[in-house]
């Protein structure tokens, strides 16, 4: 055998070598819902993040920096909360739930403005 065909065997050795490591080194099922944990869970942050203020928005006209206080059970809902000292309003809450890609609930000063994403009439 030639030093070329020595060097090509290597090569080929190498490759396959490689491939056998990362075949076999893929993601347990912890890891993968430990990332679909993750996921879910950003994707709900982010959904609120930007449907929440909007909401706040058209019904009291004010643009919200981000909210006070944030609460979530990562998992199936998220809760954004902004207090305020003076202005239109001086306490809001916004309710965004998992596989519902608009406000669940807006409470705005203790009174429900939006419910499951429809305005509530007032009395």
Same mark, same amino acid.
């Given at each position: 055998?030639?030093?070329?065909?020595?060097?090509? =065997?290597?090569?080929?050795? !190498?490759?396959?070598?490689?491939?056998?490591?990362?075949?076999?080194?893929? @993601?347990?099922?912890?890891?993968?819902?430990?990332? =679909?944990?993750?996921?879910? =869970?950003?994707?709900? /942050?982010?959904? =609120?993040?930007? @449907?929440?203020?909007?909401?706040?928005?058209?019904?009291?006209?004010?643009?919200? !920096?981000?909210?006070?206080?944030?609460?979530?059970?990562?998992?199936?809902? %998220?809760?954004?909360?902004?207090?305020?000292?003076?202005?239109? /309003?001086?306490?809001?809450?916004?309710?965004?739930?998992?596989? @519902?890609?608009? !406000?669940?609930?807006? %409470?705005?000063?203790?009174?429900? %403005?939006?419910? +499951?994403?429809?305005? %509530?009439?007032? +009395?």
């Amino acid at each position: 055998m030639s030093n070329v065909q020595k060097l090509i =065997a290597a090569v080929v050795g !190498v490759i396959v070598v490689g491939f056998l490591i990362v075949g076999t080194s893929g @993601q347990d099922e912890e890891d993968k819902l430990n990332e =679909a944990f993750l996921r879910n =869970a950003a994707m709900l /942050f982010k959904i =609120a993040n930007t @449907q929440c203020p909007k909401a706040l928005k058209k019904h009291t006209g004010v643009s919200m !920096v981000p909210p006070t206080e944030s609460e979530s059970d990562k998992k199936t809902f %998220v809760k954004l909360t902004w207090i305020k000292k003076s202005g239109p /309003f001086k306490k809001a809450t916004c309710l965004i739930v998992e596989n @519902q890609n608009s !406000v669940k609930e807006l %409470v705005v000063d203790g009174k429900t %403005v939006l419910k +499951d994403g429809l305005p %509530v009439a007032s +009395d």
